[in-house]
Nanobody
Framework: QVQLVESGGGLVQAGGSLRLSCTVV????????IAWFRRASGKDPEGVSCTSRTGSSTYYLDSVKGRFTISRDNAKNTVHLQMNSLKPEDTAVYYC???????????????WGQGTRVTVSS
């Protein structure tokens, strides 16, 4: 059974940076497309970024393009989400997910991590 362990959330001022990490415990990382979703208070979850199984394709939410970068470290079974130039509207709980392919609809994803909170102060 696969488990996803997230880390790296916290409190940061606007303009700052954080790096989220998602470690896959169990099967090899290259069996999964890994996506990050986020859920802000009172809002529906939205997909932030995704990397395909091979890492050859990556996807970003329009509002984070140019600021966030997703990367895979297959040797460590870990995916990172580097978040730069953070804005207060990035404040949310961020969830790592695993699936066979990148999916736009969070309701279609079966495997979720526990979430890590990101708070960006203005």
């Amino acid at each position: 059974q696969v488990q996803l362990v997230e880390s790296g959330g916290g409190l940061v001022q606007a303009g700052g940076s954080l790096r989220l990490s998602c470690t896959v415990v169990g099967p090899a990382l290259d069996q999964y497309a890994i996506a990050w979703f986020r859920r802000a208070s009172g809002k529906d979850p939205e997909g932030v970024s995704c990397t395909s199984r091979t890492g050859s394709s990556t996807y970003y939410l329009d509002s984070v393009k140019g600021r966030f970068t997703i990367s895979r470290d297959n040797a460590k079974n870990t995916v990172h989400l580097q978040m730069n130039s953070l804005k207060p509207e990035d404040t949310a709980v961020y969830y790592c997910t695993a699936d066979l392919q990148c999916r736009r609809n969070p309701g279609s994803v079966d495997i979720w991590g526990q979430g890590t909170r990101v708070t960006v102060s203005s």
